[in-house]
């Protein structure tokens, strides 16, 4: 069973910043790509961000500009900074591989006032 743990999740303002963070418990460099997906409250989960072994990155549109996805590959961790952030991220967001595990981890809480 893969475990995947999010956090950093939270309540920012309108135009705030939030940096989330993923740890999981398989063997990190077993993954090429890894990426952070959200999911809002009646909708469908999306893929935000995505980064391989070589530092290539790919966004969703709607966030292009304003979050960055980056890895730490000597504390296996993967990491989502969010800035200028608007009411329309908020959802709970989730880390995962690209293409994803079945598992899924319990995500972080993103809420973004206006």
């Known amino acids: 069973q893969v475990q995947l743990v999010e956090s950093g999740g939270g309540l920012a303002p309108a135009g705030g910043s939030l940096k989330l963070s993923c740890v999981t418990s398989?063997?990190?460099?077993?993954?090429?790509?890894w990426a952070w997906y959200r999911q809002a409250t009646g909708k469908t989960r999306e893929l935000v961000a995505r980064?391989?072994?070589?530092?290539?990155?790919n966004y969703a549109e709607s966030v292009q500009g304003r979050f960055t996805i980056s890895r730490d590959d000597i504390k296996k961790r993967v990491y989502l900074q969010m800035d200028s952030l608007k009411p329309e991220d908020t959802a709970v967001y989730y880390c995962?591989?690209?293409?994803?595990?079945?598992?899924w981890g319990q995500g972080t809480q993103v809420t973004v006032s206006s």
């Open positions: 980064i391989d072994t070589s530092g290539s990155t």
């Open positions: 995962n591989a690209q293409p994803n595990f079945s598992d």
């Open positions: 398989i063997n990190y460099f077993r993954i090429k790509t």
